[in-house]
């Protein structure tokens, strides 16, 4: 299997490089972006990512405008909708608009990577993962087990 391409969509400097770091070295192939723009760039000069991780709140504009236009235009690309608003509207909203999953900030690394590998794989796997509320699929072991490795979760 070829290394996974990973856009990911942040305008927290600290969670990009984090996750863009773990992710690298999980084998991903990952392109960051800090605006709805620099990711609609990426994608109009490069379409094909195998997946989107999009924060909800970023400085031009909603996440969820680029989930839904992703949905929309390239079906086979998932999206994991990221965000610290703990407001379920939000949540809600993400998967309405096509988000294959939703993770409240700041998450465990662990639970990134097991929603990344369900969606990667076409598995069904829990929407939602919360640090406080347990990623269902996602044993309690494996989320304190991901913090003790990694040290810190983004946020």
């Known amino acids: 299997m070829n290394a996974p391409r990973v856009l990911l969509v942040d305008d927290n400097e600290v969670l990009l490089k984090s996750v863009a770091r773990f992710l690298t070295r999980q084998g991903a192939v990952v392109i ?22 999009v924060d909800l709140r970023l400085p031009d504009g909603n996440g ?65 993962c919360t640090v406080e509320g347990g990623c269902p699929g996602l044993h309690a072991a494996e989320i304190r087990a991901g913090r003790a490795r990694e040290g810190s979760r983004p946020s």
């Open 32 to 53: 960051t972006a800090k605006t709805l723009q620099e990711a609609r760039c990426f994608l109009h000069s490069r379409p094909g990512s195998d997946v989107a991780i």
């Open 64 to 128: 969820l405008e680029l989930i839904g236009s992703l949905t929309r235009t390239d079906p086979a690309t998932p999206c994991i909708a990221i965000s610290g608003d703990t407001q379920p509207h939000w949540e809600h909203e993400a998967l309405a608009q096509g988000a294959s999953a939703y993770l409240h900030k700041p998450f465990p690394l662990a639970a990134l990577k097991r929603v990344l590998r369900c969606v990667l794989l076409g598995e069904r796997c829990a929407p939602r």
